[in-house]
Every structure is written in structure tokens, then in C-alpha cells.
């Protein structure tokens, strides 16, 4: 006797899709304390910011992955602007002009952990709330798969104690 099946079938592309989107989900940044929500005039987006601001990565796969993170800062108010942006693996001092500059950075997002990078206007005290600087375009870009890490050459490391 011949057998129903109901299981659904996807094209290839769908199904290569599909896999692609699971193995290496977007990166999406999410904003926290200091930053202002989310503007744009149709071409651009930014955001502003005061004093101080957080923007929190997270990855949610199995393994470590190669970010580049990318954007362009701009003074709010007048006179330029130095703006640190400090997390766990380093700390930039960027000099922002009134007609804007490119950041870019490498950075590696751990397994299933985030990477927090806290941003400081270093002209201005903690408590001031009016916009320091806005962020244009910020992207997390995956560079795609680490290297594999090659198996130890002396195996005695790898014996439990």
C-alpha cells in the first residue's frame, strides 16, 4: 500500500536558506541606557547619545565568532567631540568632527555570550543627558567562520587527572 506523507517540502534554495539563517543568525545590537531611539530620513539611521551609553552584542550560537563593527560617529551641539569606547577585549578614543568619522573595529563575540560596549563623552560629566554624539549606520558585521582550532600535539593535555 502506497504511503501519505505530510511531510512539508521546501525548495533547496529555501532549505540552504533556512540552514544558513540558523548556523549564523544576524547580529543585531541592542541599545541600552544613553542612547535615544532608533531616527532616520530614509537613507540613514542613528541614534543619539548623552554623557554616557551601552550597546550589548549577543551571540546566540555554539561558537566564537569574527565581528567587524562599523558606523560613523558625528558631534551633537557644537565643537568636536572624544568619544571612548571601552569593552572586554579593548579600548578606542575616537576624535569626532563636525563632518563625521568612520569607526571600525574587529572584535570576537564568545559562544552564547555578549560582548558590552560602553561609550563615554569624555567632555562632558556623567550626569548630563543632552546628546554628546550621534551614531550613524552602526552595523555587527560577521566575518564568517573562525579557523578550527587544530587538535593538540601532545595528546597528555587532553587526559583527564
Known amino acids: 500500500s502506497s504511503r501519505v506523507s505530510t511531510t512539508v517540502r521546501r525548495r533547496p534554495s529555501g ?5 544558513e539563517r540558523v548556523l549564523r543568525p544576524p547580529i543585531v545590537p541592542r541599545y541600552r541606557e544613553g542612547f535615544g531611539e532608533e531616527e532616520g530620513d530614509g537613507t540613514r539611521v542613528w541614534r543619539t547619545c548623552g554623557a554616557r551609553g551601552r550597546i550589548v552584542i549577543m551571540n546566540p550560537v555554539d561558537r566564537e565568532r569574527e565581528v567587524l563593527l562599523t558606523g560613523r560617529f558625528f558631534p551633537e551641539g557644537s565643537g568636536p567631540r572624544t ?27 564568545p559562544a552564547r555570550r555578549r560582548l558590552q560596549l560602553q561609550f563615554s563623552c569624555l567632555e562632558r560629566p556623567a550626569g548630563v543627558v543632552t546628546p554628546c554624539f550621534r551614531i550613524t549606520d552602526f552595523q555587527v558585521v560577521d566575518l564568517g567562520h573562525p579557523p578550527e582550532i587544530a587538535a593538540p600535539v601532545d595528546n597528555a593535555m587532553d587526559e583527564e587527572k
Open 15 to 19: 532549505v540552504a536558506r533556512d540552514k
Open 83 to 109: 568619544i571612548e569606547i571601552l569593552s572586554q577585549q579593548f579600548q578606542d578614543v575616537v576624535a569626532v568632527v563636525s563632518d563625521g568619522v568612520t569607526y571600525e573595529r574587529r572584535a570576537f563575540l
